[in-house]
């Protein structure tokens, strides 16, 4: 049935139009109309899965230096939107019409205005190449309007999140392949040579998400679990890729004789207070606690266990695997009590377990199977949502521990105390003047970042892996 109306559609849309890039007249599978009818009916969509960074004077800085690379390039008809999405990730993306997104996560690791540039020039590539319509089936854009369908809950708990990432997942936020996205890079070299940047800025991005992604992969096979980077595909060093240099070299040819500043100074103390790590709006992770200051509450999992805080829940991964839970929440429209909402709500037919109490909300919690494994599903209210902590003993996991385990992590779930609420703020980048003798190691020691502060420290300041800091250098600190 699918791919039949995917073959339907398919035939429908596909027209010829004129590359907008290229000149050369190629099949399309959609229009320009349909293209920007996506992008306008999915921003709103995206930006409240993402959340847009609350910061208007960051967002229209970044606005003005997009604005000033769409207007000299190929799609200059278009109205380009800039968005800062308030997300840890370490991305950028585009959606088809001209809607551009930079996560704030990627922000932190820019070092000057011409990298700013770079990343959006490479994106508004995309969008001028029409690369998201070139790869678009027509099953693809049928699936992006059935499952953007959905209601989003702000906060936590919906799973249209989940799918804008599953469906976009597969181009937008992962790149383009190869081709494309040296198609992109060449385009972006360009324009930033044409709004009268140096070209060569697109090799420092390169360079910093390349050094993102081998720490990034790193720590990750380290905890045997998969790594995410940013269009993922640094297979050799960018410093070492022949065809990307070229591309680059090309656009040097456009470039004014004395390129302007790089803007580093005036970057920086844009980006002088940004959130690193987790938003209070998504919920702070503090080792195996977690505490949400506008859904306000706070619980803690077992010790040595990882958190993984995702836009629409929580996953809390024991050491090794072996057992993994997840937090969701829903709203709760009815007089119910706990044990009603999960038959009525989850489907869980006749529970068989207890009525809890944690901090004396009203809750519920069962042990039962889940996909066959050992697991156990608690249920509690506050302030009209109702949370649900599901968990599951996997292979090599004692199950009447983990069990026990769960149990405890329900019962910890509790509305933040007076003393709670600082933990509940989130950590930001500050500048600091290097003076003589500064070590990564010793601004390592001073700062709140968990976690190996030495190596982030060094990705923050473009000194990954083993760059100290220089008397006078103005770097990034997380306080
Ligand atoms: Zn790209």
Known sequence: ??????????????????????????????????????????????????????????????????????????????????????SDQVNAFALPGGYIYITRGLLAYLGSEAELAGVLGHEIGHVTARHAVRQYTAATAAQLGMTLGGIFVPGMGSNVAQNVMGVLGQALLSGYGREHELESDGLGAQYLAQAGYDPQA??????????????ATARATAEGREPQTYHGLFATHPDEDTRLKEVLAK???????????????????????????????????RE???????????????????????????????????????LTSQDLNQRITPREFMIQRLGIR????????????????????????????????????A?????????????????????????????????????????????????????FAGLARASRLTGDAEAQLRLLNGAYPTGEPVAGQVLKRVK
């Open 1 to 86: 049935m699918r791919t039949f109306t995917a073959l339907t559609c398919l035939l429908l849309l596909a027209a010829c139009a004129t590359n907008p890039v290229t000149g050369r007249r190629e099949v399309a599978l959609m229009s320009e109309r349909q293209e920007i009818a996506i992008g306008r009916d999915m921003h709103p969509k995206l930006l409240q899965a993402y959340g847009e960074y609350a910061d208007p004077a960051l967002q229209a800085y970044v606005q003005g230096i997009g604005d000033r690379l769409a207007a000299v390039s190929h799609r200059s008809n278009l109205i380009y939107r800039f968005t800062v999405v308030d």
């Open 202 to 215: 697109i090799l420092g991005v390169l360079r910093a998400l390349k050094a993102q992604g081998d720490y």
């Open 251 to 285: 656009a040097s040819f456009l470039a004014p004789d004395t390129p302007a500043d790089d803007g580093r100074m005036a970057y920086l103390r844009r980006i002088d207070g940004l959130v690193y790590g987790d938003s209070a709006e998504q919920g702070i992770r």
């Open 288 to 326: 195996n606690r977690f505490y949400h200051r506008d859904l306000d509450f706070a619980l803690a999992f077992p010790a040595g266990w990882r958190l993984d805080n995702r836009p629409d829940r929580l996953l809390a991964i024991a050491p090794g695997g072996t057992a993994q839970a997840q």
């Open 350 to 385: 006749n529970p068989s377990g207890e009525e809890i109490a944690p901090a004396g909300l009203p809750g519920y919690s069962a042990p039962l199977k889940l996909q066959g494994r050992p697991g156990r599903v608690s249920v509690i209210f506050h302030r009209k949502q």
């Open 387 to 439: 949370y649900i902590l599901a968990s599951a003993a996997l292979d090599g996991a004692d199950p009447a521990a983990v069990d026990a385990a769960m149990r405890q992590a329900a019962l910890s779930f509790h509305p933040l105390r007076e003393d709670e609420k600082p933990l509940a703020e989130p950590l930001r980048l500050r500048l600091y003047t290097a003076k003589a003798g500064d070590r």
